[in-house]
C-alpha cells in the first residue's frame, strides 16, 4: 500500500449504532488530520494530531472520537449520530503541520 | 473566520479548449496549493507554491503565486476528458500552528 489509505470506502449506519472509520498513512508523516466534506461547502477541518497528540478540535460533537495510536494511524469513533453527519470522510497527512497536506480517498458516510 | 473566494464555481468547456480558475482572499500566505478530486476519491495535489510570482507547471497545468500573496491562478491546457472533477485551491501561513484554508472548489464539466 502507497500514500494515504481509508477504510471503510462506505458505510451506512442508524443513529444508534457504534462505528469507527479507520486511516492509515504509508509516507512517514508524523501529522494526520480528520476532515468533512458536505455538499457545496468548504472542506471542515475536524481534529489535527501532530506527533500522536491532538494538537486541534474545532468545536466538534463529542459524538465523533478521534484516536491516534501512533504516527501511521487515526480512528474516527462514531456514535449516536445524526443524519446531517452524512458526508464525506477525509483523512490527510502531512510531515510537520506546516507542509503540504496529503489525502485519502475518503469514506462516504450515510447516516438514516 | 477566513476565507478563500474562489471562482469559479463551475465551468463548461469543450475539450481541447484551455482552462482558466482563481482564489483570493483577504489574507496573507505563504503557501499556495492547487488539489485536485475526482469523484468519489479524496483530493489530490496538483501544485504547491512557496514563493511570491512563483510559476510552477505540472505537464499541462500551470499555477501562479500573486505577487500580493493573496491570490493564486491554475491554468489547464488543451482540456482533456480525464481534467474533469473539482479543483481545489488551499493557503496556507508557514507558522506551524496556521489552519490550510480550503476554498470551495471550482467544478470542471468538459463537453464532447
Known amino acids: 500500500e502507497t500514500g494515504v489509505t481509508q477504510t471503510p470506502r462506505h458505510l451506512v449506519m442508524g443513529m444508534t449504532n457504534k462505528k469507527s472509520l479507520k486511516c492509515e498513512q504509508h509516507?512517514?508523516?508524523?501529522?494526520m488530520y480528520w476532515y468533512k466534506q458536505s455538499a457545496k461547502k468548504p472542506l471542515e477541518l475536524m481534529f489535527v494530531?501532530?506527533?500522536?497528540?491532538?494538537?486541534e478540535n474545532n468545536s466538534v460533537p463529542s459524538r465523533f472520537s478521534p484516536e491516534c495510536p501512533n504516527s501511521s494511524h487515526l480512528f474516527l469513533h462514531l456514535h449516536t449520530l445524526q443524519p446531517e453527519d452524512s458526508a464525506l470522510y477525509l483523512c490527510a497527512s502531512s510531515q510537520g503541520r506546516e507542509n503540504e497536506q496529503f489525502f485519502g480517498p475518503g469514506t462516504r458516510l450515510t447516516v438514516l | 473566520g477566513q476565507q478563500l473566494n474562489q471562482s469559479p464555481q463551475s465551468m463548461f468547456i469543450q475539450e481541447g479548449e484551455d482552462v482558466s480558475m482563481n482564489c483570493t482572499s483577504s489574507s496573507i500566505f505563504n503557501t499556495w496549493l492547487w488539489y485536485k478530486q475526482d469523484p468519489g476519491e479524496g483530493p489530490v495535489l496538483l501544485i504547491a507554491?512557496?514563493?511570491?510570482?512563483e510559476l510552477t507547471s505540472n505537464g499541462r497545468l500551470t499555477a501562479q503565486f500573486g505577487i500580493t500573496r493573496k491570490d493564486s491562478f491554475l491554468n489547464i491546457s488543451a482540456s482533456i476528458p480525464s481534467d474533469v472533477g473539482i479543483y481545489f485551491c488551499?493557503?496556507?501561513?508557514?507558522?506551524?500552528?496556521?489552519?490550510?484554508?480550503f476554498g470551495k472548489g471550482t467544478r470542471l464539466h468538459i463537453l464532447p
Open positions: 509516507l512517514g508523516h508524523n501529522a
Open positions: 494530531y501532530s506527533l500522536e497528540e491532538r494538537v
Open positions: 507554491l512557496y514563493k511570491a510570482g
Open positions: 488551499a493557503g496556507q501561513r508557514m507558522n506551524r500552528d496556521d489552519k490550510i484554508i
